[in-house]
């Protein structure tokens, strides 16, 4: 079964710096798209990044450009968001996306929290 496992949240400091990672199994990884999302309590999901099956296309939501980098490594079935400048506006449960052609699947959704 299709499975996306985040990891690499937690607690940092406004202009820290955060990796997630989001492991992937249970479909061929390095045919699709795959997307990160964020979501606060009480507002809708908010698509970050979207990266392209093999990397060439990638698109940024306008809060995150130049400080949020997303890539992924094909040969190991992940995809990261590598986040800088880290602002308290971006805590948030980030979730990482597979839009697959029978459905999305989305991973169980990890805590960032930016404060001092």
Known sequence: QVQLVESGGGLVQPGGSLRLSCVTSGFTFAVFAMNWYRQVPGKERELVASISSHGDYINYADSVKGRFAISRDNAKNAVYLQMNSL???????????????????????????VSS
Request: charged share 20%; glycine share 8%; proline share 7%.
């Open 87 to 113: 602002k308290p506006e971006d805590t948030a449960v980030y979730y990482c996306k597979a839009p697959l052609w029978s459905r999305d699947y989305w991973g169980q959704g990890i805590q960032v929290t």
